[in-house]
Protein backbone atom coordinates (compact mmCIF):
# COMPACT_ATOMS: atom_id res chain seq x y z
CA UNK A 1 0.00 0.00 0.00
CA UNK A 2 2.54 2.11 0.38
CA UNK A 3 3.18 1.96 -3.50
CA UNK A 4 -0.41 3.71 -3.88
CA UNK A 5 -1.10 5.86 -0.53
CA UNK A 6 -3.78 8.56 -2.61
CA UNK A 7 -5.22 5.72 -4.97
CA UNK A 8 -7.79 3.01 -4.78
CA UNK A 9 -5.32 0.76 -7.28
CA UNK A 10 -3.94 -1.25 -3.95
CA UNK A 11 -7.20 -2.47 -2.56
CA UNK A 12 -8.40 -2.43 -6.61
CA UNK A 13 -5.91 -3.50 -8.64
CA UNK A 14 -5.83 -1.89 -12.04
CA UNK A 15 -8.17 -3.73 -15.03
CA UNK A 16 -4.84 -4.15 -17.04
CA UNK A 17 -2.89 -6.04 -14.62
CA UNK A 18 -5.68 -8.26 -13.40
CA UNK A 19 -6.83 -9.26 -16.64
CA UNK A 20 -3.05 -9.65 -17.82
CA UNK A 21 -2.57 -11.90 -15.08
CA UNK A 22 -5.42 -13.67 -15.28
CA UNK A 23 -4.96 -14.02 -19.13
CA UNK A 24 -1.09 -15.66 -18.43
CA UNK A 25 -2.06 -18.28 -15.61
CA UNK A 26 -4.96 -19.29 -17.66
CA UNK A 27 -2.49 -19.85 -21.20
CA UNK A 28 0.60 -20.45 -19.18
CA UNK A 29 -0.81 -23.09 -16.77
CA UNK A 30 1.37 -21.54 -13.81
CA UNK A 31 0.16 -23.33 -11.13
CA UNK A 32 1.27 -21.54 -7.51
CA UNK A 33 0.98 -24.88 -5.78
CA UNK A 34 4.20 -26.12 -8.19
CA UNK A 35 5.99 -22.54 -8.13
CA UNK A 36 9.56 -23.82 -7.58
CA UNK A 37 11.14 -22.49 -4.69
CA UNK A 38 14.27 -20.72 -6.26
CA UNK A 39 11.31 -18.81 -7.84
CA UNK A 40 9.90 -17.81 -4.19
CA UNK A 41 13.20 -16.97 -2.30
CA UNK A 42 14.27 -14.60 -5.43
CA UNK A 43 10.93 -13.08 -5.03
CA UNK A 44 11.60 -12.92 -1.33
CA UNK A 45 14.93 -11.17 -2.29
CA UNK A 46 13.42 -8.81 -4.52
CA UNK A 47 10.75 -8.00 -2.03
CA UNK A 48 13.37 -7.12 1.02
CA UNK A 49 15.78 -5.31 -1.52
CA UNK A 50 12.93 -2.67 -2.70
CA UNK A 51 12.04 -2.63 0.91
CA UNK A 52 15.71 -2.46 1.62
CA UNK A 53 16.15 0.65 -0.68
CA UNK A 54 13.16 1.97 0.80
CA UNK A 55 11.03 1.68 -2.23
CA UNK A 56 8.78 4.57 -2.17
CA UNK A 57 5.41 5.20 -4.62
CA UNK A 58 7.53 7.97 -5.88
CA UNK A 59 10.85 6.10 -6.65
CA UNK A 60 10.86 4.68 -10.45
CA UNK A 61 14.39 3.81 -9.65
CA UNK A 62 13.41 0.97 -7.43
CA UNK A 63 11.07 -0.45 -9.89
CA UNK A 64 13.33 -0.11 -12.53
CA UNK A 65 15.84 -2.09 -10.62
CA UNK A 66 13.05 -4.48 -9.50
CA UNK A 67 11.86 -5.20 -12.74
CA UNK A 68 15.38 -5.70 -14.56
CA UNK A 69 16.20 -8.59 -11.95
CA UNK A 70 12.68 -10.12 -12.74
CA UNK A 71 13.55 -9.97 -16.25
CA UNK A 72 16.86 -11.83 -15.92
CA UNK A 73 14.31 -14.68 -13.94
CA UNK A 74 12.68 -17.70 -15.44
CA UNK A 75 9.98 -16.27 -18.12
CA UNK A 76 7.18 -18.32 -15.51
CA UNK A 77 9.07 -16.06 -12.90
CA UNK A 78 9.11 -12.99 -14.65
CA UNK A 79 5.27 -13.88 -15.97
CA UNK A 80 4.39 -13.87 -12.45
CA UNK A 81 6.70 -11.04 -10.74
CA UNK A 82 6.62 -8.38 -13.69
CA UNK A 83 2.94 -7.79 -12.27
CA UNK A 84 4.06 -7.33 -8.75
CA UNK A 85 3.47 -3.30 -9.41
CA UNK A 86 -0.13 -4.63 -8.66
CA UNK A 87 -2.21 -7.27 -8.00
CA UNK A 88 0.01 -10.12 -7.99
CA UNK A 89 -0.67 -13.42 -6.66
CA UNK A 90 -3.06 -13.15 -4.20
CA UNK A 91 -5.17 -14.88 -6.04
CA UNK A 92 -3.18 -17.92 -7.23
CA UNK A 93 -1.58 -18.18 -4.06
CA UNK A 94 -3.50 -16.90 -1.39
CA UNK A 95 -1.57 -19.23 1.40
CA UNK A 96 1.47 -19.40 0.18
CA UNK A 97 2.32 -16.19 -1.04
CA UNK A 98 1.83 -14.60 2.30
CA UNK A 99 4.19 -16.07 4.11
CA UNK A 100 6.83 -15.05 1.35
CA UNK A 101 6.22 -11.99 0.58
CA UNK A 102 5.51 -10.18 3.38
CA UNK A 103 6.81 -6.65 3.34
CA UNK A 104 6.16 -6.64 -0.36
CA UNK A 105 5.66 -3.23 -0.65
CA UNK A 106 4.10 -3.51 -4.34
CA UNK A 107 1.86 -6.40 -3.44
CA UNK A 108 -1.43 -3.70 -2.03
CA UNK A 109 -3.50 -6.46 -3.45
CA UNK A 110 -2.90 -8.76 -0.09
CA UNK A 111 -5.31 -6.17 1.49
CA UNK A 112 -7.78 -8.05 -0.25
CA UNK A 113 -9.11 -10.92 1.69
CA UNK A 114 -9.66 -14.09 -1.10
CA UNK A 115 -12.64 -14.09 -0.05
CA UNK A 116 -13.69 -11.53 -1.16
CA UNK A 117 -13.63 -13.75 -4.65
CA UNK A 118 -11.85 -12.96 -8.37
CA UNK A 119 -12.04 -9.06 -8.72
CA UNK A 120 -14.46 -7.73 -11.44
CA UNK A 121 -13.50 -8.52 -14.74
CA UNK A 122 -12.73 -5.63 -17.36
CA UNK A 123 -15.82 -6.15 -19.92
CA UNK A 124 -13.22 -6.52 -22.16
CA UNK A 125 -9.72 -7.72 -22.64
CA UNK A 126 -7.19 -5.01 -21.91
CA UNK A 127 -3.79 -6.15 -22.55
CA UNK A 128 -1.10 -4.62 -20.14
CA UNK A 129 0.73 -3.59 -23.02
CA UNK A 130 0.92 0.39 -23.19
CA UNK A 131 -0.24 1.20 -19.86
CA UNK A 132 1.90 -1.47 -18.01
CA UNK A 133 4.69 -0.23 -20.08
CA UNK A 134 4.19 3.38 -20.07
CA UNK A 135 3.33 3.17 -16.63
CA UNK A 136 7.11 2.35 -16.29
CA UNK A 137 8.79 5.49 -16.09
CA UNK A 138 12.00 3.77 -16.89
CA UNK A 139 10.96 1.44 -19.62
CA UNK A 140 11.32 3.54 -22.79
CA UNK A 141 15.01 4.89 -21.45
CA UNK A 142 16.85 2.33 -19.14
CA UNK A 143 19.43 4.52 -17.68
CA UNK A 144 21.03 1.43 -15.82
CA UNK A 145 21.23 -0.81 -19.22
CA UNK A 146 19.68 -2.97 -17.85
CA UNK A 147 18.16 -5.76 -20.09
CA UNK A 148 14.29 -3.90 -20.69
CA UNK A 149 12.05 -5.32 -18.05
CA UNK A 150 9.34 -4.73 -20.56
CA UNK A 151 11.14 -7.43 -22.81
CA UNK A 152 8.97 -10.85 -21.94
CA UNK A 153 6.29 -9.01 -21.86
CA UNK A 154 6.78 -7.71 -25.28
CA UNK A 155 4.85 -11.04 -27.20
CA UNK A 156 1.68 -10.48 -25.32
CA UNK A 157 1.55 -6.63 -25.44
CA UNK A 158 2.65 -6.51 -28.90
CA UNK A 159 -0.01 -9.40 -29.98
CA UNK A 160 -2.64 -7.89 -28.34
CA UNK A 161 -1.97 -4.57 -29.65
CA UNK A 162 -4.90 -4.40 -32.24
CA UNK A 163 -7.76 -5.55 -29.34
CA UNK A 164 -5.80 -3.10 -26.58
CA UNK A 165 -6.11 -0.48 -29.39
CA UNK A 166 -10.06 -1.46 -29.73
CA UNK A 167 -10.60 -1.58 -25.91
CA UNK A 168 -9.37 2.29 -25.84
CA UNK A 169 -11.92 3.01 -28.57
CA UNK A 170 -14.15 1.57 -26.68
CA UNK A 171 -13.92 1.87 -22.67
CA UNK A 172 -12.13 5.50 -23.46
CA UNK A 173 -13.30 7.08 -20.60
CA UNK A 174 -12.93 4.08 -18.30
CA UNK A 175 -9.57 3.71 -19.51
CA UNK A 176 -8.77 7.38 -18.55
CA UNK A 177 -10.31 6.65 -15.20
CA UNK A 178 -7.71 3.72 -14.92
CA UNK A 179 -4.81 6.08 -15.50
CA UNK A 180 -6.18 8.21 -12.96
CA UNK A 181 -6.26 6.11 -10.73
CA UNK A 182 -2.29 5.66 -10.75
CA UNK A 183 -1.16 8.59 -9.86
CA UNK A 184 2.15 7.72 -8.61
CA UNK A 185 3.39 5.46 -11.20
CA UNK A 186 2.02 7.65 -14.35
CA UNK A 187 4.97 9.50 -16.12
CA UNK A 188 3.80 12.87 -17.63
CA UNK A 189 1.26 13.16 -20.03
CA UNK A 190 4.42 14.41 -22.93
CA UNK A 191 6.57 11.25 -22.03
CA UNK A 192 3.49 8.41 -22.33
CA UNK A 193 2.51 10.83 -25.53
CA UNK A 194 5.89 9.70 -26.76
CA UNK A 195 5.99 6.02 -25.49
CA UNK A 196 2.41 4.92 -26.30
CA UNK A 197 3.10 4.19 -30.23
CA UNK A 198 6.28 2.87 -29.42
CA UNK A 199 4.95 0.17 -27.05
CA UNK A 200 2.57 -0.77 -29.52
CA UNK A 201 4.91 -1.26 -32.24
CA UNK A 202 5.02 2.10 -33.59
CA UNK A 203 2.11 2.67 -34.35
CA UNK A 204 0.86 5.54 -35.50
CA UNK A 205 -2.64 7.39 -36.37
CA UNK A 206 -2.20 6.60 -40.01
CA UNK A 207 -1.77 2.78 -39.16
CA UNK A 208 -5.06 2.58 -38.10
CA UNK A 209 -7.34 0.15 -39.45
CA UNK A 210 -10.52 1.81 -40.73
CA UNK A 211 -13.44 0.01 -39.64
CA UNK A 212 -16.09 1.09 -41.85
CA UNK A 213 -14.53 -0.42 -44.57
CA UNK A 214 -15.17 -3.81 -43.10
CA UNK A 215 -16.92 -5.93 -45.95
CA UNK A 216 -18.19 -8.11 -43.37
CA UNK A 217 -20.52 -5.22 -42.07
CA UNK A 218 -22.79 -5.84 -44.97
CA UNK A 219 -23.72 -8.81 -43.59
CA UNK A 220 -25.47 -7.57 -40.86
CA UNK A 221 -28.76 -5.96 -42.57
CA UNK A 222 -29.72 -3.48 -39.96
CA UNK A 223 -26.69 -2.00 -41.51
CA UNK A 224 -27.74 -1.85 -44.95
CA UNK A 225 -29.99 0.75 -43.39
CA UNK A 226 -28.43 3.00 -41.56
CA UNK A 227 -27.84 6.50 -42.33
CA UNK A 228 -24.30 6.92 -43.74
CA UNK A 229 -24.79 10.11 -45.18
CA UNK A 230 -21.69 11.50 -44.61
CA UNK A 231 -20.60 14.77 -44.26
CA UNK A 232 -19.22 16.53 -47.08
CA UNK A 233 -15.56 15.89 -47.72
CA UNK A 234 -14.45 19.61 -46.65
CA UNK A 235 -16.36 19.40 -42.90
CA UNK A 236 -14.34 15.93 -42.27
CA UNK A 237 -12.71 16.29 -39.30
CA UNK A 238 -10.10 13.55 -39.97
CA UNK A 239 -9.24 10.43 -38.29
CA UNK A 240 -10.71 10.82 -34.66
CA UNK A 241 -8.32 11.11 -32.08
CA UNK A 242 -10.09 8.22 -30.35
CA UNK A 243 -7.22 5.60 -31.42
CA UNK A 244 -4.88 7.15 -28.69
CA UNK A 245 -6.83 8.44 -26.14
CA UNK A 246 -4.18 10.69 -24.36
CA UNK A 247 -4.06 12.79 -27.35
CA UNK A 248 -7.69 14.34 -28.17
CA UNK A 249 -8.65 14.64 -31.26
CA UNK A 250 -7.41 17.95 -33.05
CA UNK A 251 -10.52 19.30 -34.68
CA UNK A 252 -9.56 19.99 -38.80
CA UNK A 253 -9.14 23.48 -39.81
CA UNK A 254 -10.58 24.43 -42.62
CA UNK A 255 -8.49 25.58 -45.39
CA UNK A 256 -10.50 28.43 -47.65
CA UNK A 257 -8.64 28.14 -51.10
CA UNK A 258 -8.80 24.28 -51.13
CA UNK A 259 -12.43 25.26 -50.85
CA UNK A 260 -12.84 27.88 -53.13
CA UNK A 261 -10.69 25.55 -55.64
CA UNK A 262 -13.64 22.92 -54.86
CA UNK A 263 -16.87 25.04 -55.12
CA UNK A 264 -15.90 25.76 -59.00
CA UNK A 265 -14.49 22.30 -59.58
CA UNK A 266 -18.27 21.16 -58.12
CA UNK A 267 -19.48 23.80 -60.46
CA UNK A 268 -18.01 22.52 -63.52
CA UNK A 269 -18.55 18.29 -62.66
CA UNK A 270 -21.94 19.44 -62.35
CA UNK A 271 -22.04 20.79 -65.69
CA UNK A 272 -20.01 18.33 -67.00
CA UNK A 273 -22.23 15.51 -65.81
CA UNK A 274 -25.36 17.40 -67.03
CA UNK A 275 -24.08 17.52 -70.58
CA UNK A 276 -22.53 13.92 -70.45
CA UNK A 277 -26.57 13.01 -69.45
CA UNK A 278 -27.82 15.23 -72.38
CA UNK A 279 -25.71 13.61 -74.71
CA UNK A 280 -26.83 9.76 -73.00
CA UNK A 281 -30.18 10.96 -73.24
CA UNK A 282 -29.39 11.64 -77.33
CA UNK A 283 -28.09 7.92 -77.74
CA UNK A 284 -30.69 6.72 -75.44
CA UNK A 285 -33.35 7.94 -78.46
CA UNK A 286 -31.27 6.52 -81.46
CA UNK A 287 -31.53 3.28 -79.52
CA UNK A 288 -34.81 4.07 -79.02
CA UNK A 289 -35.37 5.15 -82.86
CA UNK A 290 -33.89 2.48 -84.38
CA UNK A 291 -34.54 -0.63 -82.30
CA UNK A 292 -37.09 0.02 -79.91
CA UNK A 293 -39.59 1.24 -82.04
CA UNK A 294 -39.20 -1.97 -84.29
CA UNK A 295 -39.90 -4.04 -82.13
CA UNK A 296 -42.56 -1.90 -80.29
CA UNK A 297 -44.12 -1.88 -83.87
CA UNK A 298 -43.27 -5.50 -84.72
CA UNK A 299 -45.38 -6.73 -81.24
CA UNK A 300 -48.81 -4.49 -82.63
CA UNK A 301 -48.47 -5.59 -86.10
CA UNK A 302 -48.26 -9.39 -84.77
CA UNK A 303 -51.22 -8.60 -82.59
CA UNK A 304 -53.39 -6.95 -85.44
CA UNK A 305 -52.27 -10.15 -87.94
CA UNK A 306 -53.23 -12.61 -85.37
CA UNK A 307 -56.99 -10.95 -84.96
CA UNK A 308 -56.97 -10.58 -88.50
CA UNK A 309 -56.79 -14.29 -89.08
CA UNK A 310 -58.97 -14.73 -86.21
CA UNK A 311 -62.07 -12.51 -87.53
CA UNK A 312 -61.39 -13.92 -90.94
CA UNK A 313 -63.31 -16.78 -91.28
CA UNK A 314 -61.27 -19.54 -92.98
CA UNK A 315 -63.06 -20.27 -96.16
CA UNK A 316 -63.99 -23.97 -97.37
CA UNK A 317 -62.03 -24.63 -100.11
CA UNK A 318 -64.09 -24.49 -103.60
CA UNK A 319 -62.03 -25.11 -106.79
CA UNK A 320 -64.29 -22.50 -109.09
CA UNK A 321 -65.08 -20.19 -106.57
CA UNK A 322 -66.10 -16.50 -108.00
CA UNK A 323 -64.49 -13.44 -105.50
CA UNK A 324 -66.51 -11.94 -103.26
CA UNK A 325 -67.93 -7.89 -104.19
CA UNK A 326 -66.88 -6.69 -100.89
CA UNK A 327 -67.87 -3.17 -99.48
CA UNK A 328 -65.18 -2.56 -97.33
CA UNK A 329 -67.97 -0.10 -95.59
CA UNK A 330 -67.39 0.68 -91.64
CA UNK A 331 -63.98 0.60 -91.49
CA UNK A 332 -62.58 3.26 -88.46
CA UNK A 333 -59.53 4.93 -88.86
CA UNK A 334 -57.12 2.45 -87.17
CA UNK A 335 -58.57 -0.57 -87.93
CA UNK A 336 -56.65 -3.19 -90.19
CA UNK A 337 -58.61 -4.31 -92.84
CA UNK A 338 -56.41 -6.61 -95.22
CA UNK A 339 -52.64 -8.36 -95.06
CA UNK A 340 -50.19 -7.10 -98.08
CA UNK A 341 -47.75 -9.59 -99.39
CA UNK A 342 -44.96 -8.59 -101.55
CA UNK A 343 -42.61 -11.69 -102.65
CA UNK A 344 -39.92 -9.27 -103.77
CA UNK A 345 -39.49 -8.26 -100.61
CA UNK A 346 -39.20 -11.74 -98.89
CA UNK A 347 -41.29 -15.25 -99.38
CA UNK A 348 -42.61 -14.34 -95.50
CA UNK A 349 -43.35 -10.15 -96.05
CA UNK A 350 -46.77 -9.75 -95.00
CA UNK A 351 -47.84 -6.45 -93.62
CA UNK A 352 -50.98 -5.36 -91.98
CA UNK A 353 -52.97 -2.65 -93.64
CA UNK A 354 -54.40 0.04 -91.04
CA UNK A 355 -57.20 2.83 -92.28
CA UNK A 356 -55.08 5.96 -91.70
CA UNK A 357 -51.87 7.57 -92.13
CA UNK A 358 -50.64 9.30 -89.24
CA UNK A 359 -47.93 8.02 -87.25
CA UNK A 360 -49.96 6.03 -84.81
CA UNK A 361 -51.25 3.76 -87.93
CA UNK A 362 -47.98 3.67 -89.41
CA UNK A 363 -46.36 2.28 -86.10
CA UNK A 364 -48.91 -0.26 -86.63
CA UNK A 365 -47.90 -1.35 -90.25
CA UNK A 366 -48.65 0.10 -93.48
CA UNK A 367 -51.33 3.39 -93.77
CA UNK A 368 -54.38 3.48 -96.00
CA UNK A 369 -55.10 6.45 -97.66
CA UNK A 370 -58.25 7.32 -95.87
CA UNK A 371 -59.86 9.19 -99.07
CA UNK A 372 -58.13 7.07 -101.65
CA UNK A 373 -59.82 4.04 -103.36
CA UNK A 374 -60.52 0.37 -101.34
CA UNK A 375 -58.74 -2.68 -102.93
CA UNK A 376 -60.03 -3.90 -106.32
CA UNK A 377 -62.42 -0.62 -106.84
CA UNK A 378 -62.11 1.55 -109.34
CA UNK A 379 -59.49 4.41 -108.36
CA UNK A 380 -56.00 4.64 -106.29
CA UNK A 381 -55.74 2.27 -103.99
CA UNK A 382 -52.75 4.27 -101.77
CA UNK A 383 -50.91 3.23 -99.42
CA UNK A 384 -48.06 4.82 -96.98
CA UNK A 385 -45.55 2.81 -95.03
CA UNK A 386 -42.25 3.79 -93.20
CA UNK A 387 -38.72 3.30 -94.55
CA UNK A 388 -37.29 2.81 -91.76
CA UNK A 389 -38.04 2.69 -87.65
CA UNK A 390 -41.29 1.99 -86.31
CA UNK A 391 -40.77 -1.57 -87.86
CA UNK A 392 -39.85 -0.12 -91.59
CA UNK A 393 -42.21 -2.29 -93.84
CA UNK A 394 -41.08 -0.84 -96.72
CA UNK A 395 -37.16 -0.92 -95.80
CA UNK A 396 -36.45 -2.64 -99.18
CA UNK A 397 -39.33 -1.09 -101.31
CA UNK A 398 -36.79 0.07 -103.98
CA UNK A 399 -35.77 -3.26 -104.76
CA UNK A 400 -39.19 -3.17 -106.51
CA UNK A 401 -39.14 -3.46 -110.25
CA UNK A 402 -41.46 -3.29 -113.09
CA UNK A 403 -44.03 -6.64 -113.01
CA UNK A 404 -43.42 -7.17 -109.19
CA UNK A 405 -46.39 -8.56 -107.85
CA UNK A 406 -48.33 -7.04 -105.15
CA UNK A 407 -50.97 -9.31 -103.54
CA UNK A 408 -53.61 -8.03 -101.26
CA UNK A 409 -54.98 -9.86 -99.14
CA UNK A 410 -58.72 -9.41 -97.54
CA UNK A 411 -61.36 -11.14 -95.58
CA UNK A 412 -62.41 -12.83 -98.90
CA UNK A 413 -60.00 -12.05 -101.74
CA UNK A 414 -56.52 -11.96 -103.08
CA UNK A 415 -56.09 -8.81 -105.24
CA UNK A 416 -52.93 -9.05 -107.35
CA UNK A 417 -51.63 -5.99 -108.42
CA UNK A 418 -48.54 -5.78 -111.21
CA UNK A 419 -46.06 -2.83 -110.46
CA UNK A 420 -45.73 -0.40 -113.59
CA UNK A 421 -43.72 2.41 -112.50
CA UNK A 422 -41.95 4.40 -109.95
CA UNK A 423 -40.84 7.85 -109.22
CA UNK A 424 -39.25 9.87 -106.71
CA UNK A 425 -41.17 13.12 -105.70
CA UNK A 426 -41.37 15.97 -103.34
CA UNK A 427 -42.92 15.91 -100.12
CA UNK A 428 -45.56 17.70 -101.15
CA UNK A 429 -46.48 16.15 -104.46
CA UNK A 430 -50.23 15.14 -103.39
CA UNK A 431 -50.94 14.70 -106.88
CA UNK A 432 -49.62 11.02 -106.78
CA UNK A 433 -52.14 9.11 -104.72
CA UNK A 434 -55.11 11.17 -107.16
CA UNK A 435 -57.39 8.73 -108.68
CA UNK A 436 -55.40 9.39 -111.46
CA UNK A 437 -52.70 10.21 -110.90
CA UNK A 438 -50.86 13.44 -111.46
CA UNK A 439 -53.98 14.27 -113.01
CA UNK A 440 -56.30 16.05 -110.78
CA UNK A 441 -59.99 16.19 -111.64
CA UNK A 442 -59.34 13.19 -114.07
CA UNK A 443 -62.40 10.63 -114.10
CA UNK A 444 -60.61 6.94 -112.61
CA UNK A 445 -61.38 4.32 -115.21
CA UNK A 446 -58.80 1.81 -113.93
CA UNK A 447 -57.84 0.19 -110.29
CA UNK A 448 -54.49 1.03 -109.12
CA UNK A 449 -52.54 0.64 -106.27
CA UNK A 450 -49.64 3.66 -105.36
CA UNK A 451 -46.97 2.64 -102.58
CA UNK A 452 -45.39 5.60 -100.77
CA UNK A 453 -42.47 5.93 -98.49
CA UNK A 454 -39.61 8.39 -97.42
CA UNK A 455 -36.39 8.56 -99.84
CA UNK A 456 -33.65 8.58 -98.86
CA UNK A 457 -34.48 6.06 -96.61
CA UNK A 458 -33.02 7.79 -93.58
CA UNK A 459 -34.28 11.10 -94.42
CA UNK A 460 -37.78 12.76 -95.32
CA UNK A 461 -36.46 15.10 -97.90
CA UNK A 462 -38.22 13.02 -100.87
CA UNK A 463 -40.73 10.19 -101.49
CA UNK A 464 -40.41 7.25 -103.47
CA UNK A 465 -43.48 6.29 -105.07
CA UNK A 466 -44.73 2.77 -106.96
CA UNK A 467 -47.76 2.67 -108.97
CA UNK A 468 -49.10 -0.31 -110.48
CA UNK A 469 -52.85 -1.66 -111.62
CA UNK A 470 -54.83 -4.44 -110.76
CA UNK A 471 -54.08 -7.70 -112.58
CA UNK A 472 -56.36 -10.23 -111.22
CA UNK A 473 -58.67 -11.01 -108.59
CA UNK A 474 -58.82 -14.19 -107.00
CA UNK A 475 -61.09 -15.78 -104.28
CA UNK A 476 -59.75 -17.16 -101.28
CA UNK A 477 -61.81 -19.87 -101.38
CA UNK A 478 -60.52 -20.76 -104.76
CA UNK A 479 -56.80 -21.01 -103.01
CA UNK A 480 -53.51 -19.29 -102.83
CA UNK A 481 -52.12 -17.27 -105.11
CA UNK A 482 -48.77 -18.99 -107.01
CA UNK A 483 -46.48 -16.09 -105.64
CA UNK A 484 -47.15 -17.00 -102.28
CA UNK A 485 -46.87 -20.81 -102.44
CA UNK A 486 -43.50 -20.67 -103.92
CA UNK B 1 -24.56 15.77 -59.32
CA UNK B 2 -24.61 11.97 -59.11
CA UNK B 3 -22.24 11.92 -56.64
CA UNK B 4 -24.40 14.73 -54.86
CA UNK B 5 -27.42 12.15 -55.82
CA UNK B 6 -25.66 9.06 -53.95
CA UNK B 7 -24.52 10.82 -51.13
CA UNK B 8 -28.29 11.82 -50.63
CA UNK B 9 -29.41 8.16 -50.67
CA UNK B 10 -29.45 6.67 -47.32
CA UNK B 11 -28.13 3.58 -45.83
CA UNK B 12 -25.78 1.03 -46.92
CA UNK B 13 -24.20 0.95 -50.49
CA UNK B 14 -25.93 -1.98 -51.45
CA UNK B 15 -29.46 -0.29 -50.35
CA UNK B 16 -28.01 2.99 -52.48
CA UNK B 17 -27.20 0.72 -55.55
CA UNK B 18 -30.94 -0.60 -55.21
CA UNK B 19 -32.06 2.85 -54.92
CA UNK B 20 -29.90 3.69 -57.70
CA UNK B 21 -30.89 1.36 -60.17
CA UNK B 22 -34.81 1.47 -59.51
CA UNK B 23 -34.29 5.41 -60.66
CA UNK B 24 -32.21 4.53 -63.40
CA UNK B 25 -35.02 2.11 -64.40
CA UNK B 26 -37.61 4.39 -63.65
CA UNK B 27 -35.83 7.36 -66.03
CA UNK B 28 -35.37 4.62 -68.77
CA UNK B 29 -39.26 3.98 -68.52
CA UNK B 30 -39.81 8.03 -68.85
CA UNK B 31 -37.57 8.02 -71.43
CA UNK B 32 -39.09 5.23 -73.67
CA UNK B 33 -42.69 5.29 -72.87
CA UNK B 34 -43.50 9.21 -73.01
CA UNK B 35 -40.67 11.44 -73.82
CA UNK B 36 -39.59 9.91 -76.97
CA UNK B 37 -42.93 8.90 -78.24
CA UNK B 38 -43.54 12.23 -77.86
CA UNK B 39 -40.79 13.87 -79.23
CA UNK B 40 -40.99 11.41 -82.46
CA UNK B 41 -43.83 12.94 -84.51
CA UNK B 42 -42.18 16.12 -83.81
CA UNK B 43 -38.67 15.17 -85.68
CA UNK B 44 -38.84 15.04 -89.32
CA UNK B 45 -37.17 11.60 -89.82
CA UNK B 46 -40.67 9.60 -90.36
CA UNK B 47 -42.53 11.62 -92.91
CA UNK B 48 -43.32 8.92 -95.47
CA UNK B 49 -46.79 10.21 -96.78
CA UNK B 50 -47.25 12.37 -99.73
CA UNK B 51 -47.92 15.08 -96.64
CA UNK B 52 -50.59 14.84 -94.30
CA UNK B 53 -52.36 17.24 -96.41
CA UNK B 54 -52.54 15.02 -99.27
CA UNK B 55 -55.75 13.66 -97.69
CA UNK B 56 -57.78 17.06 -97.78
CA UNK B 57 -56.21 17.45 -100.92
CA UNK B 58 -57.63 14.80 -102.57
CA UNK B 59 -61.09 16.27 -101.77
CA UNK B 60 -59.59 19.52 -102.53
CA UNK B 61 -59.03 18.67 -106.21
CA UNK B 62 -62.28 16.49 -106.10
CA UNK B 63 -60.53 13.22 -106.23
CA UNK B 64 -61.15 10.09 -103.71
CA UNK B 65 -63.10 7.47 -103.52
Given at each position: ???????????????????????????????????????????????????????????????????????????????????????????????????????????????????????????????????????????????????????????????????DESARDTFEPRESADHGSVPAREPV??????????????????????RAADPFSALDIREWFRDTRAPRPGA??????????????EPSVPVPPARRRSARATLARGVGEV???????????????????????????????????????????????????????????????????????????????????????????????????????????????????????????????????????????????????????????????????????????????????????????????????????????????????? | ?????????????????????????????????????????????????????????????????
Amino acid sequence: MERHPSSGAGSEPTTEQESWFVRRSAAGGTDPGVRDEAAASRMKEIDEGSERKGTSAADPVGREIEDADLAEARPSDVNRAANNGGAVGQETAPAEQPATAKPRGTAGGLQVPPAAGPPPLPRRYVAPSASALTANPGVGADPLGLPRPGTPKAEPASASADRDESARDTFEPRESADHGSVPAREPVGGEQRIQDPISRGGMVAGDRPVRAADPFSALDIREWFRDTRAPRPGADTGPSGDAFPVEPAEPSVPVPPARRRSARATLARGVGEVLVTLGLVILLFCVYQLFYTNIESNRAQAKIKNNLERDWKPAEHVPDARPVRESFSGIGVGNAFALMHIPRLGRDWEKPIVEGISLDQLAHGLGHYPDSAMPGKIGNFAVAGHRATHGEPFRNLNELRQGDVVIVETESNWYRYVIDSNQIVDPTDVEVVLPVPNQPGAKPTERLITLTTCNPRWASTERLIYWGHLDSVMSKAAGTPAELLG
Amino acid sequence: MYGWIWRHIPGHWIVKAIWAVTAILFVLWLLFEHAFPWIDPRLPFNNVTVDDSGASALRAFGGGS
